[in-house]
């Protein structure tokens, strides 16, 4: 009897034990859900795009405490640094979920071990590794203006079908900002996402006026800024804002197709000014597959060295004045 007493007291805390583990695993995957799972997750890119625009008014301030970095010391510097905030912005226009912290430490990272490559690996001299590496430092801030750039020209290539939407949901009977929430919910993004955040900080009771000054910064194009100060002048003065609408969607479609067509017309000066930035590196890589006896001195040589130092920031100079030559604003 005494042994079937142990045996049930064996089985009853082998089950608890079992149940015990299963709920304290259901405690980490529920932990793990509010703070990292796909709904908090929103929520946090909600409220970090929120906090991107330059509202200082009460009902918005709860919204913009962004944290620069995960850690507290780190971000007390961040704070201290007069421009942390507007590279924030910067990236947050990119449409990256990134901290401030994570680029400027990819941007010392890129650096440090381009420096070492250079100055250990191909046995160069201090100075020029620490010259290449602040060169290399500039790369990941290259990918968020580069990704910043795509998103504002998807955004800018979307906003007459915006507003073409808005146009139609207030002929409809629609209120303003039901036609905001009608784009938010229809379109594409990255536009949807922004006039969403629109919608979003009206319900949290910022005026409709700072809700719009905040698109603007961020979506930092001429043509969201014209649609801005189209509503909020026909809510001070008053007429037809569906006619506003349509003649504005009409002009920045016309304005679309003139970039297209200079771009067009200006094909032919970017693809040569492309063919003369890459041909001496292609050439001087055939001659050496070719020939590397005769390419050799470039490399071994001193003054060969010298040469080559000197021609690639000659040849980083031209390729900025080609780039500025075939760079035509409309």
């Known amino acids: 009897m005494l042994q079937s007493i142990g045996g049930n007291a064996f089985l009853i805390i082998a089950v608890l034990v079992f149940v015990a583990v299963v709920l304290l695993l259901e405690g980490i995957y529920m932990m ?11 929520i946090a890119n909600r409220l970090r795009v929120l906090s991107a625009s330059l509202d200082r008014t009460h009902q918005s ?4 405490q962004r944290m620069l970095s995960e850690t507290p010391g780190f971000e007390r510097l961040l704070l201290s640094l007069p421009r942390a905030q507007r590279l924030d912005r910067f990236i947050l226009q990119a449409g990256l979920d990134w ?12 650096a440090v071990i381009t420096c070492m490559i250079v100055s250990v690996l191909a046995h160069q001299s201090i100075l020029l590794g620490l010259l290449i590496g602040a060169a290399a430092a500039a790369l990941p801030l290259l990918y968020v203006s580069r990704k910043r750039n795509l998103r504002l020209t998807t955004i ?5 079908e ?7 949901a207030l002929r409809s009977g629609h209120a303003f900002s039901s036609g905001l929430q009608m784009v938010g919910e229809e379109m ?15 319900n949290f009771g910022v005026s409709l006026q700072q809700a719009l000054t905040n698109l603007c910064e961020r979506v930092p194009i001429v043509d969201m800024r014209y649609f801005v100060v189209a509503v909020l002048i026909q809510r001070d003065s008053g007429g037809d804002l569906t006619e506003v609408l349509a003649n504005l969607s009409r002009l920045i479609r016309e304005r679309l197709k003139l970039i297209s067509k200079v ?11 492309r063919i003369l930035a890459i041909m001496p590196f292609a050439l001087g890589a055939a001659m050496n597959y070719f020939n590397p006896e005769f390419m050799a001195p470039l490399w071994t040589d001193p003054i060969g060295i010298v040469i080559m130092k000197y021609m690639l920031i ?12 075939t760079k035509i604003r409309v």
């Not at 509010?34 to 929103?42: F, I, L, Q, T, V």
């Not at 301030?61 to 913009?64: A, G, H, R, T």
């Not at 594409?188 to 996402?193: F, K, L, T, V």
């Not at 771009?263 to 000014?273: H, T």
């Open 99 to 110: 901290a401030v912290s994570k680029l400027l430490l990819s941007c010392a990272a890129s």
């Open 188 to 202: 594409a993004e990255p536009i949807a996402n922004e006039f969403r955040i629109v919608h979003d900080e009206v």
């Open 162 to 168: 915006s507003l073409d939407l808005v146009t139609r």
């Open 314 to 325: 000659l040849m980083a100079v031209g390729v900025l004045i080609l780039r500025k030559i």
């Open 32 to 42: 793990w859900q509010s703070y990292k799972g796909p709904e908090a997750r929103k």
């Open 61 to 64: 301030q709860l919204l913009k």
């Open 263 to 273: 771009r067009v017309l200006s094909s032919e000066g970017r693809l040569s000014a």
């Open 156 to 160: 800018e290539q979307q906003l007459p």
